[in-house]
């Protein structure tokens, strides 16, 4: 159940997304070198067959990426990323009925993929490379907007903050004033926190543990920690262990009103959600 404070329909291009409920978004890295999956889906037809499991699975988005942006990932071209991502976004909209969010930072692909059939622009950078505010603007669709500094080959260089959440809060709601200036409304905009993302393990858990009050922002929260190193420093576990501890934060994601959870083991946390959903629902 989520923490609803808007209104329940976000129109996602051809297809609308209820925020009443929780959804799971399954994570296509179609990159080489992601810190999770890197190089298993980065060719069309397993990529395509991976999306299907996870729609499946009980996924209602499926968040495509070109770029890794792990920590210390190197960029690629604005070419080489829609050279990844277009066939991708083409392949699903004509195969799947799902929302397809387009993980990517880059006006160009912004564009492009818009075009193609995506329903949902997630950008770790927050519209701010050149260019990109005015490409989402013009594709009407939602975004995503989440907190970083700096980019992600220096992201982990020693962040400071004087509280977190407040200040994780300031920078979202001076994007959400920017988009307003190019005639992105706040109706079409999500939040993520930015998990993992310029921020050590103390940064993390604090700011997971008073997430609620991201909600005076007025706006839903997309939650993506799936997999994520503040797992595995807390449970001192290697990437490939970390499902307990992802499936904990999910819940706990949840519980917290969180309305979209991205993920890479989408049928175990869509039954989290479904068991959560059932206790919240009953009289």
Known sequence: MTS????????????VLDLSRTHVMGILNVTPDSFSDGGRFNQQD?????????????????????ESTRPGARAV???????????????????LDVVISVDTSTPAVIRE???????????????????????????GLPVCLMHMRGEPGDMQNNPHYDDVT??????LEQRMAACAAVGIDAGRIILDPGFGFAKT???????????????????????GVSRKSMIGQTLDRPVEQRLYGSLALAALAMTKGASILRVHDVAETADIVRMIEAVQTAE
Do not use: W
Request: charged residues 20%.
């Open 4 to 15: 609803q404070q808007y209104p329940a329909r976000l129109p996602c291009g051809n297809r």
């Open 46 to 66: 397993a990529a395509l067959r991976h999306a299907e499991a996870m729609v499946a699975a009980g996924a209602t988005l499926i968040d495509i990426g070109g």
């Open 77 to 95: 071209s604005a070419l080489e990323e829609l050279e990844r991502v277009a066939p991708m976004v083409e392949a699903i909209n004509r195969e």
């Open 113 to 139: 993929s818009a075009r193609l059939g995506a329903g949902l622009i997630n950008d770790v950078r927050s519209l701010t490379r050149d260019g990109a505010l005015d490409a989402a603007a013009a594709t």
């Open 166 to 171: 407040a200040e994780v809060a300031s920078y």
């Open 201 to 223: 393990l103390a940064h993390n858990l604090s700011l997971f543990k008073h997430m609620e009050s991201l909600y005076r922002l007025g706006r839903p929260l997309l939650v």
